[in-house]
């Protein structure tokens, strides 16, 4: 029990030294507060993507390119013309102009619709329009498409006024009764995959004061003299991570609270918070894994940010897996259970179990393949050996 | 000759480092990963693509066994919709947001009270019920006109009251993209191409702070300033081998979009105007690396201003205000999707790159200014 004891005093004394020198560096700081203006910018585009909703009458999250295409127009009625989407610049002109504008590759398209078109409406009398496209132009299915769905739009209507125009008042039209369940799948990822994304996103902005950390010490060969002193490696790694998962939780909780005053919908902020707390645990153990390895900050760096790209592919393909298909694999990601858990979905005790399980098994491994990495000395002081060796020793067994 | 010598060395460590090399892999996966998903998405959001493909199995519909035989099932079968039928509607509602999108039910009697229900969080949710409304419409009205004693002539008159025909111009050369799919031109074009065109540009960033910070930390910079070179030649020789990696970079990404059937137009003006962005993005590493002290300090230096790059670069394209659209014209990123998807290009796209090309070169001729003052050294 007495060297237990003294175990956990040398590792949490390498945590709180390490803490305090962080909270203490200006440099520190301002980086601290930099990541927060980050997260003021993220709200603006989520709230821009949220307006955007909004003001469509469809749910899109392509890019809204206003004039992207081109298209002449000779429509003096201005019966499709008006409506067209602004993605689509809209140019009156003449209809020899427009057809030599398209064989010469200045326009995507050009609508024709006939001057008569007022009478044959009057008429209640078929209105035949052509839309000219340049099938050289990638553009022209958007073009097609655009002029399409408006002049569907335009039909129905016109097919409504016929309708009404041609059948008597007291005529029985068979009613439809509309119900729908669930939230759409753009909705859903714009309302939670985004939130799910900046609550996560502090994870990803620390990884480089694991780096500092322990790859620091190899560059500024003071990695020998802590070594050297009286306490394991497996103290050193876990005492130099658990100061950053700190920091993290910090930079979280001040990030939950901004999100809440900014008005975000979040359910139980407790249990996410404690779940993005235990998140990064595994997180900096990979990170560890990739400071341990690298020889300099410039390696690290880049290491990093393939690691980092494997991590958000494992935290988000589930989340979008479990949107199109409540599948219950999904929940392999605590990605999946905080977004679950904002969304005041009720979870079952087995799905907590995968995602902390997950969060257990991955947090083992990397610690331990970190300390191992950092108990050798040609990692250390070199020459350092090849990832196929590392491989092949831990196959093997030898010396891992 | 000099020069050279320093430009063949720099170029020679890009070349001989291992992760640089595996980040520029890393760009492929990105690459053919952001267009397998452009490709899967648009076709999953396209009824006449997913008929076009044979995928209609996946647009499960819970029918009742009462409506075969009628005319609704008929406008149903007609929009491709894969029917299943069970014993009655609460039967079907069992199975609703598992294995079916929507259920439709009807009272068989007179034909009448048609109840639609859907599960919007289906991934196909937006093509089942394009569909669905389709066939719903013309069944309403199908039935409506046919009570009144309209002929069958009257009633396809009424029911299709504009005739849309579409004619397609230059088919002697026609686009040679893979998809005929507005979602994916515009997702592909609007936001892809210059997001991959410009990944290089941000990795240019980081390896000019390795290599200017690099030297300081490793004190060998000292000893480059001391040669006889003058502070210009040190820049240029530092720049133009990471400039050139870069850009060799998009044009093989160009190379590959076209191979994966996603024409770049206008490469030459793309290319410039990617040089003076590349020039602008090294101008921005270099100042930067002059205020650090170390790579640790540059990595999160730079970290942060390439986020606000992505901010400020690629946020213009999903504004729809058009008050923007004056500003939003001469945006970097607007500009590259004009040049890239326009193949005839017009003037007025060619001179709004000038904006761009100032601005760069005032922001490398500020650093390579700040430079000669300084030589970058801070002891």
Known sequence: MKFNLSVIMKFTSITKWEFKNTLKSKKFMMIFFLQLSVLFLMIIIFNSFVTNIESDNGISITPSLNGFASMDVLDQSGLISKSINPIINVVPLSYNSSLNNIAEGKTTGFLYVPGNVDQKIRLGQTIDMTVYLDSSDPKSSVVRDEVNSTAQIISQSYSNTLSASAVPQNTTTPTVNQESTGESLPLQIITKVMLVILLFLPLLLFGNMIIDTIVGEKERKTGEILIAMPMSQAQIIIGKSMAVVLTISLQVAMWLIILLIAGFHIDNPVLVFIFIFLTSIPIIGITSVVAAYSKNFKEAGIGLSIAYMGIVGFLIVPVLIYLSRKSFIANISPMTIVMRLFSGESISLVDYGISLATILIVSLISYWIAIKLFERDDIIFGPRPGILRLVYDLITFKKF | ?379
């Open chain 2, 1 to 379: 000759m000099k020069l050279s010598a320093l430009t063949k060395k720099e170029g020679q460590d890009i070349l001989k480092n291992k992760i640089y090399l595996g980040v520029v892999f890393v760009q492929v996966f990105i690459l053919l990963g952001t267009f397998g998903i452009a490709l899967a998405t648009s076709i999953a959001s396209d009824p006449a693509l997913l008929d076009q493909y044979g995928a209609t199995s996946a647009l499960k519909v819970g029918v009742p066994e009462n409506i075969q035989g009628s005319q609704l099932e008929s406008d149903l079968v007609k929009q491709n919709l894969n029917l299943t039928y069970y014993k009655n509607v609460s039967d079907a509602q069992e199975f609703l947001g598992t294995t079916l999108v929507a259920v439709v039910g009807f009272n068989s009697t007179n034909g009448q009270n048609l109840t639609v229900k859907t599960d919007t969080s289906n991934v196909f949710y937006p093509v089942v019920s394009s569909k669905i409304n389709k066939a719903v419409n013309e069944y309403q009205t199908q039935k409506k006109l046919a009570s009144s004693g309209l002929n069958n002539t009257e009633i396809q008159r009424i029911m299709n009251p504009v005739n849309l025909q579409v004619v397609n111009l230059n088919e002697n050369h026609p686009a040679n993209v893979a998809l005929e799919s507005s979602y994916f031109i515009e997702i592909m074009y609007g936001f892809i191409v210059p997001f991959i065109l410009l990944l290089p540009f941000f990795l240019a960033s980081n390896i000019v702070t390795d290599s200017i910070v690099g030297e300081r930390e490793r004190k060998t910079f000292e000893v480059l300033l001391m040669t006889p070179i003058s502070s210009s030649m040190v820049m240029l020789g530092k720049t133009l081998p990471i400039l050139l990696f870069s850009l060799i970079q998009s044009v093989a990404w160009i190379i590959l979009l076209d191979l994966l059937r996603v024409p770049i137009y206008n490469p030459l003006l793309m290319f410039i105007l990617l040089f003076f962005m590349g020039l602008g993005f090294i101008g921005i590493g270099i100042l930067l690396s002059m205020f650090v002290d170390s790579t640790k300090e540059a990595n999160s230096a730079i970290t942060i201003i390439l986020v606000f790059a992505t901010f400020i670069l690629f946020m213009p394209l999903f504004i729809k205000t058009p008050y923007f659209t004056p500003i939003l014209n001469y945006i970097p990123t607007v500009i590259m999707v004009k040049i890239a998807s326009t193949p005839n290009i017009s003037f007025d796209i060619i001179i709004s790159e000038l904006p761009t090309i100032l601005i760069s070169i005032m922001i490398f001729g500020f650093t390579v200014r700040y430079f000669r003052r300084e030589r970058a050294i801070r002891l």
